[in-house]
T-cell receptor, first 110, second 112 residues
Framework: GDSVTQMEGPVTLSEEAFLTINCTYT??????LFWYVQYPGEGLQLLLK?????DKGSNKGFEATYRKETTSFHLEKGSVQVSDSAVYFC?????????FGSGTKLNVKP | KAGVTQTPRYLIKTRGQQVTLSCSPI?????VSWYQQTPGQGLQFLFE???????NKGNFPGRFSGRQFSNSRSEMNVSTLELGDSALYLC???????????FGPGTRLTVT
């Protein structure tokens, strides 16, 4: 069946460091891929999405490219800020069903 | 446009009781999904409703049920509460099935 695997956290970085959070997926069909972010005490917020292979989603300095050949959708940001500290979830939608990864906690230190 | 709203935000119940949580989707959104989030199990899918019909269901016991009204608002009910039902319950809406989901702030349920 479909599934999403994310790198385990927490990931701790200094401000202005480069961020990569790995995400790989298994899907039966041709899924859409998403990254969500959850700040403490809040629900999940859609960060970016990609609907087909080679699409690049981007938002607020974050980006991720839909790589069908490696079944990956890694999240990257060139320079993180303290305000980026949160839990990041990779997700896919396949045949109208959503599957979420376990989440990766990011801590950014000033 | 107003976001997804969930009521109540916090709830404390006793084991054996039942509880009803409410979700109002974004205007124009017809699909509503419910998730349970716990530190140990992460985000787990409960069920999805579209046009007042349950379209998908996760692996939860029958104590967990839901419904959707003609205005797309949704409720979920948990009967005979157990300590393990303590969690953050998240509602998400989308224009229709398969589209990106937008989440509410959640209802924090504590069962004592």
């Amino acid at each position: 069946g479909d599934s999403v695997t994310q790198m385990e956290g927490p990931v701790t970085l200094s401000e202005e460091a480069f961020l990569t959070i790995n995400c790989t997926y298994t899907a039966t069909g041709y899924p859409s891929l998403f990254w969500y972010v959850q700040y403490p005490g809040e629900g999940l917020q859609l960060l970016l999405k990609a609907t087909k292979a080679d699409d690049k989603g981007s938002n607020k300095g974050f980006e991720a490219t839909y790589r069908k050949e490696t079944t990956s959708f890694h999240l990257e940001k060139g320079s993180v800020q303290v305000s980026d500290s949160a839990v990041y979830f990779c997700a896919l939608n396949d045949f109208n069903k959503f599957y979420f990864g376990s989440g990766t906690k990011l801590n950014v230190k000033p | 446009k107003a976001g997804v709203t969930q009521t109540p935000r916090y709830l404390i119940k006793t084991r054996g009781q039942q509880v009803t949580l409410s979700c109002s989707p974004i205007s124009g959104h017809r699909s509503v999904s419910w998730y349970q989030q716990t530190p140990g199990q992460g985000l787990q899918f409960l069920f999805e409703y579209f046009s007042e019909t349950q379209r998908n269901k996760g692996n939860f016991p029958g104590r967990f049920s839901g419904r959707q009204f003609s205005n797309s608002r949704s409720e979920m009910n948990v009967s005979t509460l157990e300590l393990g039902d303590s969690a953050l319950y998240l509602c998400a809406s989308s224009v229709r099935q398969g589209y990106e989901q937008y989440f509410g702030p959640g209802t924090r349920l504590t069962v004592t």
